[in-house]
Each structure stands twice: as C-alpha cells, then as structure tokens.
C-alpha cells in the first residue's frame, strides 16, 4: 500500500482521498434520509451531515485508507 497518491508526479496525502470519499458517503447518505423522509427527526441536519461524514473517514482510515 502506498504512503502517498500520485497523479501528474504530484504527491497527495491519502487522507486527502479519505476525506473525498467520506464526503461522498456522507452525500449518498444524506440523500437517502431526504428521500425516505427519516432527516425530519433531525433537529439540525447539517451537523448530522458533519458527523456522517467524519464517521466515514475514521471507518476509511482504520479498514481501507489506512494513513
């Protein structure tokens, strides 16, 4: 597993692409709670959206992406 990403000979973190797909997952997520109607129970729905999306990075960086 490589310590970095490469592309174009410039080298990215790979937390930087942990976070992309946290965000991403926290995305499909969301919309799926907006869909079925569940984010009404939500009192503040962009600090759920937050905490999804940290919960996806700290899942990511411990089984897929470690850093």
Do not use: D, K, Q
């Amino acid at each position: 597993m490589p310590t970095e990403l490469e592309l174009g000979g410039v080298y990215f973190p790979p937390m930087l692409m942990n976070g992309i797909l946290a965000v991403a997952g926290a995305v499909l997520t969301a919309h799926l709670l907006n869909r079925f109607r569940l984010s009404r129970y939500f009192s503040n729905p962009p600090v759920v959206f937050f905490s999804l999306s940290v919960i996806y990075a700290c899942l990511l960086s411990m089984f897929a992406i470690p850093a």
